[in-house]
């Protein structure tokens, strides 16, 4: 992503779906962003019951701040600022196909 040079999304536009939408891209980023620690993480912690709270806290104080780094407000509002746009150029495909199928029955 770039730089944030878009102005923030208005909370009028964001249903409570898309809301959600934009929570989950936001969470799906952060893990594509962090694959790296997460799976060392989890294969730290594989095969251990107790022993994982200090066995493998140099890999979760990793993941920790890899998520916390990519789950910035700044971050979820480029994600918005890219679904808002992504539904209005959904929007005006959708316009723009209904414009033509009306001249078409126009023309008939």
Not at 9 to 21: A, F, G
Not at 46 to 61: F, I
Request: neutral net charge.
């Amino acid at each position: 992503m770039g730089e944030i040079d878009r102005k923030p999304v208005p909370l009028w536009m964001l249903s409570p779906k898309d809301e959600i939408e934009i929570n989950t891209r936001h969470g799906k980023f952060a893990r594509e962003k962090c694959k790296g620690v997460l799976t060392a993480f989890t294969d730290c912690n594989r095969g251990r019951l107790l022993s994982t709270s200090w066995a493998c806290r140099g890999e979760r104080d990793k993941m920790m701040e890899c998520m916390l780094h990519h789950m910035q407000p700044d971050v979820r509002e480029q994600i918005a600022n890219d679904y808002i746009e992504e539904k209005q150029q959904q929007n005006l495909r959708a316009l723009q196909e209904k414009g033509e199928l009306e001249n078409r029955t126009q023309r008939m």
